[in-house]
T-cell receptor, first 115, second 112 residues
Framework: DQQVKQNSPSLSVQEGRISILNCDYT??????FLWYKKYPAEGPTFLIS?????DKNEDGRFTVFLNKSAKHLSLHIVPSQPGDSAVYFC??????????????FGTGTRLQVTL | DTAVSQTPKYLVTQMGNDKSIKCEQN?????MYWYKQDSKKFLKIMFS???????INETVPNRFSPKSPDKAHLNLHINSLELGDSAVYFC???????????FGSGTRLTVV
């Protein structure tokens, strides 16, 4: 049972344009959401997060939007740069579970930013 | 200076063997994790330790045993390796969920 879904396995965007990566979840107990970026042969690196009490969080070129009623979140990258080409994982957690919290990951979306 | 380091990076071994993967973090984090990324690229939690205490143990075969000698180390020992154990194993640490995890670079295990 996949509780976090990224339905687009890949996305190609031109440099300078906006990249929008989507993520859906099914577990209504999730209250904390994160995005990770992964390059080949490296571990995922934390990008940005959002708590369920917010609907938007911004950090430089990266913005995460959360729509709780739709159980949907998205990551916007503006403007996209070639160095953004990587696999992006959406993750979710019940932060209220404290130290027993675990991250549940989606299967990732491969973003390619072309020149 | 690597924050979360795993050794070895690659491990090729025969079915039935016993192997260990080591993980060390120098970030002072209290919580460490083992995740498995299977052939479908699905990252799934296996174990979590907080200050050397096991707090999460997902439905993982008993052949997998984590060991945490201190809060900076979380090793993974696998007995009687099977073909289906082939995957990339990631170690991670965290000071608290608000800050996300810091992952190691992964250990690619291939069982032949």
């Amino acid at each position: 049972d996949q509780q976090v879904k990224q339905n687009s396995p890949s996305l190609s965007v031109q440099e300078g344009r906006i990249s929008i990566l989507n993520c859906d979840y099914t577990n209504s107990m999730f209250d904390y959401f994160l995005w990770y970026k992964k390059y080949p042969a490296e571990g995922p690196t934390f990008l940005i997060s959002i708590s369920s009490i917010k609907d938007k969080n911004e950090d430089g070129r990266f913005t995460v939007f959360l729509n709780k009623s739709a159980k949907h979140l998205s990551l916007h990258i503006v403007p996209s740069q070639p160095g953004d080409s990587a696999v992006y994982f959406c993750a979710a957690s019940e932060r209220s579970a404290g130290t027993a919290s675990k991250l549940t990951f989606g299967t990732g979306t491969r973003l390619q930013v072309t020149l | 200076d690597t924050a979360v380091s795993q050794t070895p990076k690659y491990l090729v071994t025969q079915m039935g063997n016993d192997k260990s993967i080591k993980c060390e973090q120098n970030l002072g984090h209290d919580t460490m994790y083992w995740y498995k990324q299977d052939s479908k690229k699905f990252l799934k939690i296996m174990f979590s330790y907080n200050n050397k205490e096991l707090i999460i143990n997902e439905t993982v075969p008993n052949r997998f045993s984590p060991k945490s000698p201190d809060k900076a180390h979380l090793n993974l020992h696998i007995n009687s390796l099977e073909l289906g154990d082939s995957a990339v194993y990631f170690c991670a640490s965290s000071p608290g969920l608000r800050y996300g995890y810091t992952f190691g670079s992964g250990t690619r295990l291939t069982v032949v």
